[in-house]
Each structure stands twice: as C-alpha cells, then as structure tokens.
C-alpha cells in the first residue's frame, strides 16, 4: 500500500515537533510511526528548499 505524500509545511511541523521533544531523531521515528529515512529525506529536501 503506498502512503499519501507529506505536505512540506506539515514535514517542517513534525521536524521541529521532533527537534524540540528531547528524544533522538530515531526514537521519536518510531514513536510517531516514521520511518527514520523518510524523515531525513524530509530534512534534506527542506535544507535545500532554503528552510531554517
């Protein structure tokens, strides 16, 4: 089953939910049901978008 594409507004939302939350990158991963690869694809292309 594929699953739907993460606006980039809601990827930056859960990027700094994630930075601000004290957990590693990985533990919040799998507390919120993401898959850590997705989530630093989401980091990366937002990098090069040009956001802080």
């Known amino acids: 089953m594929k699953s739907t594409r993460t606006p980039a507004q809601e990827q930056y939302r859960l990027i700094m939910e994630c930075r601000q939350s004290g957990l590693t990158d990985h533990q919040w991963c799998v507390q919120h049901n993401i898959k850590p ?12 978008k040009g956001c802080a």
């Not at 690869?37 to 090069?48: A, D, E, P, S």
């Open 37 to 48: 690869g997705t989530f630093y694809n989401w980091v990366k292309r937002l990098r090069q």
